[in-house]
């Protein structure tokens, strides 16, 4: 995420990578966290996520900005997890969504700097 801002882009949902994100949306009402994040969707301009874990969250998400937008979608996952995940969504094959599996997090550092663009132009390159 660090690096993703030093880019000059905004995380959106920075607050996630805190130990208290958990408890954090418990203040808040159901309803309200949809309508945050659903806010959040309409907002970005790129969707990445970590997929390694289970999510129901992560996966409504990017059904969503697939199914209903032209929004580009980025899918990072651990190689050594991947007959665990949903294969949903190791299977996904639209055109806006790129799976990108990693053995370690340097390689997600190294796709950011070859394929997100500083914040001035478009934030991710053609592939």
């Known amino acids: 995420?660090?690096?993703?801002?030093?880019?000059?882009?905004?995380?959106?949902?920075h607050h996630l990578v805190k130990?208290?994100?958990?408890?954090?949306?418990?203040?808040?009402?159901?309803?309200?966290?949809?309508?945050?994040?659903?806010?959040?969707?309409d907002q970005c301009d790129l969707f990445m996520a970590e997929v390694?874990?289970?999510?129901?969250?992560?996966?409504?998400?990017?059904?969503?900005?697939?199914?209903?937008?032209?929004k580009k979608v980025v899918l990072f996952y651990r190689q050594d997890v991947e007959t665990k995940i949903s294969l949903l969504i190791t299977g996904i094959a639209?055109?806006?969504?790129s799976l990108t599996p990693y053995s370690d997090f340097e390689e997600i550092e190294t796709w950011v700097?070859?394929?997100?663009l500083p914040s001035e132009s478009?934030?991710?390159?053609d592939q």
């Open 122 to 125: 478009f934030p991710i390159k």
């Open 19 to 41: 130990e208290n994100a958990w408890e954090a949306d418990r203040v808040i009402t159901p309803k309200e966290v949809y309508l945050r994040d659903m806010k959040w969707l």
């Open 1 to 13: 995420m660090e690096l993703v801002v030093q880019m000059g882009h905004e995380v959106l949902t």
């Open 94 to 97: 639209h055109p806006n969504c």
């Open 113 to 116: 700097r070859n394929n997100l």
């Open 52 to 70: 390694s874990g289970s999510s129901f969250g992560l996966g409504f998400e990017t059904g969503y900005l697939l199914g209903a937008t032209t």
